[in-house]
């Protein structure tokens, strides 16, 4: 990742990260997602930060690995989660065919529209026939810094420009959301699940 403002902004501020994200009830959104993969599925949580959903596909009878670009966050979330994350970048995975779906929930927004498209294609490739990928972003068209770290947002129109560059990945749900964090539930998120083919 160019943008290593985000991942200091992320080792920075770990603790707090971690205990405003950790808690937070999200269920309905996990559910969404195990609900297109066959029980004891694989799954990858891609950018797994506090690893509060590595935990809880794990509690599900799910087979997880986790990873995260934060060394700090790599810790916390390897102890609560119970097992290790690992620490690496997006941009590192080289998987062919391992994954039944891949969970990206609000961590590859930080990359470039250029790093992003190298990305999902990585993550295509990564995937099983069939696999599905969630993934969420920001709603809006902004893409820079923004409170110490790098965002690329989309909206339904751009992320449609987007996968079209992508043969093997289609959207097969959007859909918009608040944020679930306190207070900021004026916030917007597009809602992605995407199915390789």
Known sequence: MQHNSTLEYYDNHADEFYKNTVNIEFSIMQERFLARLRKSSYILDFGCGSGRDTKYFLEKGYHVDAIDGSKELCKLASEYAGIE????????LSEA???????AC???LHL???ELMKVMRKMAVALKENGIIYTSFKYGIFAGER?????????????KDFLSEIDN?????QWITSDVRPG????KWLNLILRKK
């Not at 065919?97 to 969970?103: R, V």
């Not at 409170?147 to 992320?159: A, K, S």
């Not at 900021?184 to 916030?187: A, D, H, L, M, V």
């Open 85 to 92: 994350v690992k620490n690496m970048y997006f941009e590192e």
């Open 97 to 103: 065919e391992k994954y039944d779906g891949i969970w």
């Open 106 to 108: 609000s961590s590859i």
């Open 112 to 114: 470039s529209t250029v």
């Open 147 to 159: 409170n110490e770290r790098f965002f690329t947002d989309m909206t339904e129109e751009t992320v």
């Open 169 to 173: 990945l289609h959207i097969q749900e």
């Open 184 to 187: 900021r539930g004026e916030e």
